[in-house]
Nanobody, 118 residues
């Protein structure tokens, strides 16, 4: 059994910061790409940021310069540092990881709520 456990969501004021964490556990041989998606009410799920095992990153245009994705391979953990948060960032954030066990499978976390409001 492989699972992703997210933490760090919550309520922040506009302009504030928040750091999300996602730790993978279970029968893991290796992890390829990891990333963060988000889904706001009435909107489709969208990619926020992704990072490869080698450290190459991609960001949505809406978060470039404000968000930073990183990973700790020794801990099987991916992070999302979110700065200068805006109300438009309000959404449920989902961790995603491509993980090898006995085969390659795309796993998702349960989601964590991020609310940016005054």
């Amino acid at each position: 059994q492989v699972q992703l456990v997210e933490s760090g969501g919550g309520l922040v004021q506009p302009g504030g910061s928040l750091r999300l964490s996602c730790a993978a556990s279970g029968s893991i041989f290796s992890i390829n790409a990891m990333g963060w998606y988000r889904q706001a009410p009435g909107k489709e799920r969208e990619l926020v940021a992704a990072i490869t095992s080698g450290g190459s990153t991609n960001y949505a245009d809406s978060v470039k310069g404000r968000f930073t994705i990183s990973r700790d391979n020794a801990k099987n953990t991916v992070y999302l540092q979110m700065n200068s948060l805006k109300p438009e960032d309000t959404a449920v954030y989902y961790c995603n990881a491509d993980i090898w066990s006995d085969y390659l499978f795309d796993y998702w976390g349960q989601g964590t709520q991020v609310t940016v409001s005054s």
